[in-house]
């Protein structure tokens, strides 16, 4: 493998909240190389958007205790960077869209002047050149009209539009990595896949890393090469996309897969993971997901590891890698 | 930066202000005695602070419209003056309550170690009743048409600043705001550039108030005597310098207290028309 682009280790974030302290994201590692494709998958409550959040050092900073592990970026530690360092890395190196296009653009600001901003900022482009560019790069996002949409307000345009708008902010000053929280979610199946070809298309020609965050293993098919399971803060599976929807080895992802709807077979009722999951101030003993998983075993009790299991996989699961 | 589509929406929102009834009423009230105020010496062509002994507390009558008051100034004539201090004076309190009151708002909303503190002051202003508070202001800064300015202002920036925190405290919210974060877009250039064109809506509306008020509470500061001083004539000045012959001459006080009034109610109505048409839930449908 090359030299990764970003490596994440053992980073750990906790929250405080009202019954003390939670721990939202527990251990993660992650690497993704220049150019690579990685989906991360889980539900709600999991720790995806947190560990992505993190990536970039935007949360809260009253009720977040210091994450801890280390997120190495061009051969510095991400966490130890000043805030103003790490400002300017934001949204010129790392760019992240978000779940829901609709609140993600200023209403009171035009489009051209929502593009110009980043692009004034980190890459010093007067108002006329950055306005040339804003409509460069609704083009390169497809926006139909770009030179008489640009002057439009968020307002007018379509939730589809406002992510197109969303990403070409994105990747206005041409990130290496784009992270993106649910960027589908908010909107119609037709829409998502063209965001999605889109998507890929521009990873392709800008040559940049992705992180896909979702808990739509269909998105997770079409996009990624590698994908990480997380459940309750903790990542339980990695592996490449086809092995993983071949041949999953944790019961969870196993569940999820199962969980998706297929239009061949006639089902009555969709296959569901039973229970829900943990409520993350709880401190459960052993393996997080063993409440609701049905192959447990005594193995189980501690906490498993995250141990390789075949060729560029990992699974936390004692009874799938017993020898 | 050229703007071919861009106007389009400002355009909008002034023709629906110009459709809003109350608003337009108000509107032209507001520009008419715009216009008096600022064309006054072509219309009397008569000196606001002139005395003429003989013709004291003349009703009004062909000659003197108005009337005349104590010192037989011609009182139309000081009616006239008088809306250019009074205006100018609102004006004034009406902007300076609106920026400092905007800029302490967004500032708490977006620096939330600043916020207690801030707001702190503020409550500690709002305690007092605000015409208490400029009459204390007024008479501590001396009697000067700049004092009662500062007064004023002081008196209505803690209402202005309450309400601009709490529109940011919501915009500060939304996803934008993270997404401009993640853009490296600094906290300072947030508050300006995001959170406070966010709230020009309420701030706005919230000014004309002050504006409003402050028409209404330059009077009560000139009947108490902390008002710009005489001899130049303020609305507020001309009905406290008549008001020990409310009886035998009635007209020194109304004509400028329908003036305080007319003013006060075209302000409002202004405000009441911008509230609704720049209010964003009605915003989110046009």
């Known amino acids: 493998m090359t030299t990764p682009l970003l490596e994440v280790s053992d980073l750990t974030v906790r929250f405080r909240t009202d019954t003390g302290w939670m721990t939202a994201v527990d251990k993660v590692s992650l690497q993704i190389a220049p150019g690579e494709a990685l989906g991360i998958v889980g539900e709600s409550g999991s720790g995806k958007s947190v560990t992505a959040l993190s990536i970039l050092r935007l949360h809260a900073m009253a009720t977040t205790r210091l994450p801890t592990g280390r997120i190495m970026w061009g051969g510095r530690d991400l966490l130890g960077l000043s805030m103003r360092d790490m400002r ?3 949204g010129r190196d790392i760019a992240m869209i978000f ?14 002047d929502q593009i110009g901003e980043t692009l004034r900022l980190h890459q010093g482009l007067d108002a006329a050149a950055s306005r040339r560019r804003a409509i460069e790069l609704l083009d390169l996002v497809r926006i139909p009209d770009a030179a008489r949409r ?6 007018r345009l379509s939730g589809g539009m406002r992510q197109r708008v969303m990403i070409a902010i994105a990747i206005a000053c041409r990130p290496k990595l784009l992270i993106a929280d649910e960027p589908t979610t908010a909107l119609d199946v037709t829409i998502q896949a063209q965001i999605l070809d889109l998507l890929r298309d521009l990873q392709a020609e800008l040559g940049m890393s992705v992180i896909l965050i979702t ?14 399971v997380m459940y309750a803060g903790r990542v339980v599976e990695a592996a490449p996309v086809g092995g993983l929807f071949t041949a999953p080895l944790h019961p969870y992802t196993e569940g999820l897969l199962a969980s998706i709807p297929k239009l061949d077979v006639d089902v009555r009722r969709l296959p569901s993971i039973p229970g829900s999951i943990p409520d993350p101030t709880m401190v459960i003993q052993g393996c997080r997901f063993g409440p609701r998983c049905p192959i447990i075993e005594a193995g189980c009790r501690q906490d498993p590891m995250l141990l ?7 699974v936390r699961c004692p009874p799938r890698i017993a020898p | 930066m050229d703007d071919a589509v861009a106007p389009r929406r400002r355009f909008r929102v002034v023709r629906k202000l110009a459709r809003h009834r109350s608003f337009s009423i108000g509107f032209v009230i507001m520009a008419a005695m715009l216009i008096i105020a600022i064309a006054a010496p072509y219309i009397t062509g008569l000196d606001p602070t002139a005395m003429k002994i003989r013709m004291r507390f003349r009703p009004p009558q062909g000659s003197f419209w108005f009337g005349t008051d104590q010192f037989g100034r011609d009182l139309l004539t000081r009616v006239l003056y008088g809306a250019r201090m009074s205006l100018w004076i609102a004006l004034a309190v009406a902007l300076l309550s609106g920026v400092v009151g905007a800029l302490i708002g967004v500032l708490s909303a977006q620096f939330r170690r600043l916020d207690s503190l801030l707001m702190r002051i503020m409550d500690a202003l709002m305690a007092a009743p605000a015409i208490m508070l400029a009459i204390g202001l007024g008479a501590a800064l001396g009697p000067q048409t700049h004092s009662v300015i500062i007064a004023l202002a002081v008196a209505y920036i803690p209402r202005t600043a309450r309400i601009v925190r709490a529109s940011a405290l919501v915009t500060r919210e939304l996803e934008f705001i993270e997404a401009a974060r993640v853009a490296g877009i600094s906290p300072l250039r947030i508050m300006l550039r995001h959170l406070l064109p966010n709230a020009m809506g309420p701030l706005l509306v919230q000014s004309t108030f002050v504006f409003a008020y402050a028409i209404l ?3 009560a500061l000139s009947f108490l005597g902390v008002g710009p001083p005489p001899p130049a004539p303020s609305w507020g000045n001309i009905i406290a310098e008549g008001r020990d012959f409310s009886v035998e001459a009635w007209w020194i006080m109304v004509f400028p207290g329908a003036a305080i009034s007319l003013a006060a109610l075209g302000m409002n109505l202004v405000g009441d028309g911008l509230r609704d048409v720049l209010d964003p ?5 046009s």
Do not use: C, W
């Open chain 1, 150 to 155: 640009v002057d439009e307000y968020p307002h």
């Open chain 1, 99 to 112: 779940q829901d296009p609709m609140s993600s653009l200023n209403p009171v600001l035009t489009i051209a």
């Open chain 1, 215 to 228: 808990h739509d293993m269909g998105v997770i098919a079409e996009f990624a090469r590698r994908v990480m």
């Open chain 1, 308 to 314: 390789p299991a075949g060729l560029e996989r990992e």
């Open chain 2, 281 to 285: 839930r009605l915003k989110v449908e």
């Open chain 1, 88 to 90: 300017a890395i934001r």
């Open chain 2, 217 to 219: 509470a330059e009077a």
